[in-house]
């Protein structure tokens, strides 16, 4: 089983508006942590955001906020008021411990359209 | 602060020929990852050092491919020989400790195998 699925192979948003990219998640672990990358065309991974599975409140940084659903294994990625610059292929990822170290598995990603 | 650097940037190579990757992370930062991002999937780790030791090999093709961090900062990964499906980007990641939250990637090396 995919422990990391993102559903939406592509996405259009119009500029300055929301958009929510969908991640779930498989862990019988405890103890992990998600996070969002950004991949732009350039190829390098920027991190975004983190949540770990203790936290209680859902993430946010900036414009990016983490909408975290531990019982349905969600970890959504929302991106308020859309720029052109937030164009770029998205992945969700998750870290398992104690075992996994900090081994990151990702999933296949969401490439983000932001139109005019 | 400078970031991970990588280079080459791109390298083109027939199969059956041997390459090698080089990785500088992020000063001090102990923990030192190669990822392999096949076109269209996210990336999938190759192996784990921290400091000089492996912590992680087990999705390495160890017949073919090699990596190596001998003083505990900047890493080599080696792959010989090369096979189509090695094609891919490999991204070089650091992280002050195994156990941090945020992994800092290098812009990566596009290998094209012919």
């Known amino acids: 089983a995919q422990k990391i699925t993102q559903t939406q192979p592509g996405m259009f948003v119009q500029e300055k508006e929301a958009v929510t990219l969908d991640c779930t998640y498989d862990?019988?672990?405890?103890?992990?942590?998600l996070f969002w990358y950004k991949q732009p065309s350039s190829g390098e991974m920027i991190f975004l955001i983190y949540q770990g599975s203790y936290d209680e409140q859902n993430a946010t940084e900036g414009r990016y906020s983490l909408n975290f659903q531990k019982a349905r294994k969600s970890a959504n990625l929302v991106i308020s008021a859309s720029q052109l610059g937030d164009s770029a292929m998205y992945f969700c990822a998750m870290r398992e411990s104690p075992g996994g170290g900090n081994k990151l598995t990702f999933g296949t990603g969401t490439q983000l359209k932001v139109e005019l | 602060e400078a970031g991970v650097a990588q280079s080459p940037r791109y390298k083109i190579i027939e199969k059956r020929q041997s390459v090698a990757f080089w990785c500088n992370p992020i000063s001090g930062h102990a923990t030192l990852y190669w990822y392999q991002q096949i076109l269209g999937q996210g990336p999938k780790l190759l192996i784990q050092f921290q400091n000089n030791g492996v912590v992680d090999d087990s999705q390495l093709p160890k017949d073919r491919f090699s990596a190596e961090r001998l003083k505990g900062v900047d890493s080599t990964l080696k792959i010989q020989p090369a096979k189509l499906e090695d094609s891919a980007v490999y991204l070089c990641a650091s992280s002050l400790s195994g156990t941090g939250n945020e992994q800092f990637f290098g812009p990566g090396t596009r290998l094209t195998v012919l």
């Open positions: 862990t019988s672990d405890q103890s992990y942590g």
